[in-house]
C-alpha cells in the first residue's frame, strides 16, 4: 500500500524543524480533530481530521464558517501524522509552512461520510460545534497553498467548507456592504452632556471588513480601495480569527503628526501596484477606526453610540498604520479650541445614545470646522493664461440641492495647485470632454471647457456669496471615496 504521510516527509527537513517526523501511520478508528492557527506566508487555519491512522488535511484561509451563508474555501494538503494533534510552534523561516503554528481549537468528531470529495461530519470542539461538509469544487490543477507552498496537483485540491447546521441564536452573516452614516454641518449643541466630540479626520471615508486575517476597504461610492492601501491589511492579520466592521478614514498624517488631505493625494490615483509600492514609502498612510458596525455574527446598528465606542476600543486597535483615535464625552468647545489651535479641520459630535444610521446624513453627528470646506463636483475648466496657459487656470464646480439632483454653479477654483496636481487633474478631465454645459441655470464664463460631471474636488473657502458661489476657494485635492451624484450643498 502507497505511504500516506510520504508526501508530508517530503515536504520537510526533519533536521530543521520542529514538527513531528511522521516516521509511520498510528492506529485507525479515532476519530479526533485539531484546528490550527498558522501564520505563514497568509495567516491561515489547518483543518486536520484523524482518519485511517493519520490527519487529513485542509487549509482554511478564512476559517472555519459560523453560518449556512457563508461557503469558505478550504485546500487540501497532504496528510499529517497523528503527532500533529499536539503540534505548536514556530516553523523555521525557509522551511516548509515556515512560520507560527497555534492551537485554536481540538475536539472530537463523529463522520456521517467520508469519502473521496466529501466528507461530512459533526465537530464537537471547545470553539468550533456543529455540523459541516467539505466538498472539493470541479476545478483543476494546481492550487496555491496557504504555506507559500504548491498544494496537492491532484482533481480536486480546491474544496468548500459549508455549515449545515443553523447558525447559533442571533448570529448573522457578514453583510455584504454597510454604507457609511454621514453628519451634518452644525454649531455646537447648547448642552454638550449627552455627546461624544472627536477630531474630524481630513482623509478618504472608508469602511474596513476584517475577516480571519483579510481586509477589505470600501469607499462611500462602493470603491475597493484595498489594493491602493497594502500597509493597511496588516491589521486584519494581527486580529487573526477576529471578525468586524469599521468605520473609518484612511488618512495621511505629515511630518508634525497632523492629517493632510493635500499628503493624500500622492496615494489616492495611483494606477498600479508598482506605483502604490513605490509611493507608500514616501507617503504611508494610517486606518483612523471611529466606530464598529458588525461583531462576531452579530450587528452594532442598533446599540447606543456610546456602547459602539465600548466594544470598538476593545478590539485594541492600535499598531503602525491604525488606531482607533480618543473621543471625550462632553466638553466639545474645549476640544474644538484645541484643534482650532492645531490648524485642524475641526470636529465632530456623536450623540452618545445614538444609533447607527446607514446612509442617513443625521442630526445626531455633527460636524463643527474651524473653515469652511465643501465637496464640489467639477463642471468643467478655463484654459490658463501666461506660464499655464496650456492647462487649466481654473476649474469650474458645481453642488446640488439634494442627491442626484441638478448641478448648480458655484463658482471658480483658481488655487491651491500644485504643479503636480494640476497636471493629474487635466489628465483625469481630458477624457471627459463634452459640448454641452453639465449646469442648470446659471452658467460660468464662455471659455470653460466642459466635461462630464464626474470629479469631485474638496476645496476650502472664505464663504457663500448671496448668488450662491464660493468667496476664495482653495483646492485641497480631487477625492475618489464619492460619486458626484452625492455632492450637495452643506451650508
Do not use: C
Not at 39 to 45: I, P
Not at 123 to 136: K, P
Not at 225 to 233: G, K
Not at 342 to 355: F, H, M, N, S, T
Amino acid at each position: 500500500m502507497a505511504d500516506p504521510l510520504s508526501s508530508y516527509r517530503a515536504k520537510r527537513d526533519k533536521r530543521a524543524t520542529p514538527e513531528p517526523a511522521g516516521a509511520g501511520v498510528g492506529p485507525t478508528g479515532g476519530d479526533r480533530f485539531v484546528i490550527q492557527e498558522h501564520r505563514a506566508s497568509h495567516l491561515h487555519w489547518d483543518l486536520r481530521l484523524e482518519h485511517d491512522g493519520v490527519l487529513a488535511s485542509w487549509a482554511l484561509p478564512r476559517g472555519i464558517p459560523v453560518h449556512p451563508d457563508e461557503n469558505r474555501l478550504a485546500v487540501r494538503t497532504e496528510d499529517h501524522p497523528l503527532e500533529y494533534l499536539d503540534f505548536h510552534g514556530e516553523i523555521p523561516a525557509g522551511s516548509y509552512g515556515g512560520g507560527t503554528m497555534e492551537i485554536w481549537d481540538t475536539g472530537t468528531y463523529e463522520a456521517e461520510k467520508f469519502r473521496e470529495g466529501e466528507v461530512m461530519v459533526h465537530l464537537a470542539g471547545e470553539r468550533v460545534s456543529g455540523r459541516y461538509v467539505l466538498f472539493h469544487t470541479r476545478g483543476k490543477g494546481e492550487a496555491r497553498s496557504p504555506t507559500g507552498g504548491r498544494a496537492s496537483t491532484e482533481p480536486g485540491s480546491q474544496w468548500m467548507i459549508h455549515r449545515m447546521d443553523p447558525p447559533s441564536a442571533g448570529v448573522e452573516p457578514m453583510p455584504e456592504r454597510v454604507e457609511a452614516m454621514l453628519a451634518r454641518l452644525a454649531t455646537l449643541p447648547r448642552d454638550e452632556s449627552g455627546w461624544g466630540f472627536e477630531v474630524k479626520w481630513d482623509g478618504v471615508r472608508a469602511t474596513a471588513e476584517v475577516d480571519h486575517g483579510h481586509l477589505e476597504l470600501t469607499g462611500r461610492n462602493g470603491t475597493d480601495f484595498t489594493p491602493r492601501y497594502p500597509e493597511l491589511r496588516t491589521m486584519a492579520v494581527e486580529l487573526g480569527a477576529r471578525r468586524a466592521i469599521l468605520d473609518g478614514e484612511v488618512v495621511a498624517f505629515d511630518s508634525e503628526g497632523k492629517p493632510s488631505f493635500e499628503l493624500l493625494q500622492a496615494r489616492m490615483h495611483l494606477a498600479s501596484d508598482a506605483q502604490v509600492k513605490r509611493r507608500m514609502r514616501d507617503v504611508p498612510v494610517s486606518y483612523v477606526a471611529f466606530d464598529l458596525l458588525w461583531l462576531e455574527g452579530h450587528s452594532t446598528l442598533s446599540l447606543p453610540y456610546r456602547d459602539r465606542r465600548r466594544l470598538l476600543d476593545g478590539l485594541e486597535l492600535e499598531g503602525p498604520s491604525w488606531r482607533t483615535p480618543a473621543y471625550r464625552e462632553g466638553d466639545g468647545a474645549a476640544l474644538l479650541a484645541a484643534s482650532a489651535a492645531q490648524q485642524l479641520e475641526g470636529i465632530v459630535g456623536k450623540r452618545l445614545d445614538a444609533p447607527y444610521e446607514p446612509g442617513r446624513r443625521s442630526g445626531t453627528w455633527i460636524k463643527v470646522k474651524n473653515r469652511p470646506s465643501q465637496d464640489v463636483v467639477v463642471g468643467g475648466w478655463i484654459p490658463g493664461e501666461g506660464g499655464r496657459s496650456s492647462g487649466i487656470g481654473a476649474l469650474t464646480v458645481g453642488v446640488r440641492s439634494e442627491p442626484g439632483g441638478q448641478l448648480h454653479y458655484a463658482g471658480r477654483v483658481g488655487s491651491g495647485f500644485t504643479a503636480a496636481t494640476l497636471a493629474s487633474t487635466l489628465a483625469q478631465l481630458e477624457p471627459l470632454r463634452v459640448d454641452d454645459s453639465p449646469f442648470h441655470g446659471r452658467q460660468p464664463p464662455r471659455q470653460t471647457i466642459y466635461v462630464e460631471p464626474r470629479l469631485v474636488a474638496h476645496v476650502e473657502f472664505a464663504e457663500w456669496t448671496r448668488t450662491g458661489t464660493l468667496r476664495a476657494p482653495a483646492f485641497k485635492g480631487l477625492r475618489d471615496d464619492i460619486g458626484s451624484d452625492a455632492v450637495v450643498r452643506e451650508a
